[in-house]
């Protein structure tokens, strides 16, 4: 009588979880129709960044933009490496 009602409960838990996987299964095909039909809008430039020219971005006076700026790398002031 134990072995049954063992077997019933395996059967039945193994039952919901197939319900449970086929539920979310036809939801996520649900929203990747809904993505489907989404319309796309182009990205543009931020607001924050200025463009970037050959001399860096325009109205940035930072010290990784004079680095990046800089003819050598001792002119670019970078940390020390202290071993």
Known sequence: MRRL???????LTLLAVLAAA?????SA?????DLGHAQLQPSGFPDLLGPI???GRVGW?????RA???VTARAAELPADHR
């Open 61 to 65: 006076d930072c010290a990784p933009e």
């Open 5 to 11: 009602r063992i077997r019933w409960t395996v059967l």
């Open 29 to 33: 095909e649900a929203t990747l129709e």
């Open 53 to 55: 020219t050959e001399v």
């Open 22 to 26: 086929g539920g979310v299964a036809v």
């Open 68 to 70: 990046a700026r800089a």
